[in-house]
């Protein structure tokens, strides 16, 4: 629910700022490592935020930032030493609202001679290149990258007066024409979808709060049952075999694909309302300000993913969007946490080593 009001209420403002861009090192990993071109289901954030060989990127107010670690202060992605970095002359903006990574280059969609393009630019920023024509305005789009092609919609997904009701595919690394993968007439009007490995999820808001989660397998070309939940994709991650989600004053359910069960794994974590995220070892669970002028600063939860409480850490700053997610996305070693999520790079964040000591720092980013 929060993530599709997110993406309805992407605000694109110019952030004034200025910054010096490093040269970077040398290629030294595995061009297609599937860590760095997957789409980032976990993250509170829609593909604004990318991890590579060389280090992290992200999206906001239609910039790129980069940052070597993720902790590191994050600059506009430009090295021009005349360039303010406050306008569209500067080569940090990309006029998007998602990027992605893959052999070598950054992928971005962006609107070119009255329509949505694909368009990719060297790591360090330079050469902007127009590749492939998606959309015209008047269609419309919204997509998402996944192991380097990008699965779109021409339309905007949550909003009415949608037509095309197909799926595109099309590869961003060739010359090669998008193709239909499916049509999605048959299952309502699409608040969200992303691509998963071999499959597609797409989230139908029926009403009462409920959303069918439908899945098309991109192998074996087939829909399978919708399962019916009370969770937005903001609080649901899915893999091959499993669906997890959280529901707010009801607690954690799984449901598996094979046998078709849904259960009731865990209580609710108190009456707040919450956002989750799944991760390989941890689940998170970050509390949203229930109200603009809430005077109480939201808390971060540290599940293990049995649901054991690991550690929990008040969020002690003065969040500017509230209602928006916190936690921006997991590296290896830290969550990153942000006070505006659409209009700067991640400010804060926790590590993770400190996690089950009970005295866990929130630590600003250093710039
Ligand atoms: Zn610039």
Not at 50 to 63: D, Q, R, W
Not at 231 to 243: E, Q, Y
Request: proline share 2%.
């Amino acid at each position: 629910m929060k993530k599709s009001l997110i993406i309805i209420l992407i605000i694109l403002l110019l952030a004034l700022s200025s910054c010096n861009f490093n040269t970077l090192d040398s290629f030294t990993g595995d061009m297609n490592d599937r860590k760095f071109t997957h789409y980032r289901q976990s993250d509170g954030c829609f593909s604004q935020f990318i991890e590579t060989y060389k280090g992290t990127y992200y999206l906001a107010n239609s910039f790129v930032y980069f940052s070597s670690d993720g902790i590191s202060e994050y600059l506009k992605l430009c090295s021009r030493p005349d360039c303010k970095h406050n306008n569209a002359d500067c080569i940090a903006y990309v006029n998007s609202n998602s990027i992605a990574y893959y052999n070598g280059y950054i992928y971005y969609v962006s609107i070119y001679q009255g329509s949505y393009w694909l368009f990719k630019m060297n790591m360090d920023g330079t050469d902007h290149i127009n590749v492939k024509e998606l959309a015209s305005i008047k269609e419309r789009f919204t997509g998402f990258f996944e192991h380097g092609y990008l699965y779109f919609y021409k339309g905007l997904i949550g909003m009415q007066g949608n037509t095309d009701k197909f799926i595109y595919k099309i590869a961003v690394y060739d010359n090669g024409d998008a193709e239909i993968i499916t049509d999605t007439s048959d299952i309502g009007e699409i608040c969200m979808f992303y691509p998963q490995n071999e499959y597609l999820y797409f989230y139908v808001y029926t009403d009462e709060m409920m959303y069918s989660i439908y899945r098309y397998s991109t192998a074996q070309f087939r829909w399978e049952d919708p399962i019916n939940i009370k969770s937005g994709p903001g609080n649901v991650f899915i893999n091959t075999d499993k669906m997890f989600w959280y529901v707010n004053g009801e607690g954690f359910y799984e449901y598996t694909y094979e046998t078709k069960r849904i259960e009731h794994v865990a209580d609710s974590i108190d009456s707040g309302l919450y956002g989750v995220s799944y991760n390989d070892e941890y689940i998170y669970a970050f509390q949203y300000f229930e109200t603009k002028y809430s005077s109480v600063s939201p808390m971060f939860y540290i599940f293990d993913r049995q649901y054991n409480l690991v550690d929990s850490v008040l969020i002690d700053i003065k969040m500017e969007d509230y209602f928006s997610s916190l936690y921006v996305t997991e590296l290896e070693d830290i969550v990153l946490i942000s006070t505006s999520i659409l209009k700067r790079p991640p400010d804060y964040y926790l590590v993770k080593s400190e996690f089950g000591s009970g005295d866990i720092t929130l630590r600003k980013n250093s710039n």
